[in-house]
Structure formats: C-alpha cells, structure tokens
C-alpha cells in the first residue's frame, strides 16, 4: 500500500488524537533531535572509518617505497 496524502493526513489525526495538540509540537522537536543525533554519530563513524583506511594506505605505501 502506497503512502499519499491521505495516509499521512490519517496519521496526523490519529496522534492528535493520541497525545493532544500540546504535546504533539514538543513530541516533534524530540524525535527532531534525536534524528539529529543520529545522524551526527553515523557520519563521524565513517569519517573514523575513512581515517583508518587511509592510514593504512600511507603505511602500505610506506613499506612499497
């Protein structure tokens, strides 16, 4: 089943519903961060990554010259 505007609008109803519209703003804001956050350590895990590749290039590079 494909997601349009009427699934979203459906889900937007429905957690109003569930967690009134006072709490909805600060509920997004959360899952805004957290969502953040996540991204922030899943790019430095593969800028760690990268790093340690390329150490091992140089050093390979290194013992071949």
Known sequence: MPTGPLSILLI?????????????????RAFGSSLREFKNATRGLIDEDEDEDNKKKKKL?????
Do not use: R, W, Y
């Open 12 to 28: 937007v109803v429905v957690a109003l519903l569930v967690f009134g519209p006072k709490k909805l703003p600060e509920l997004g």
């Open 61 to 65: 590079d290194d013992e071949v010259k």
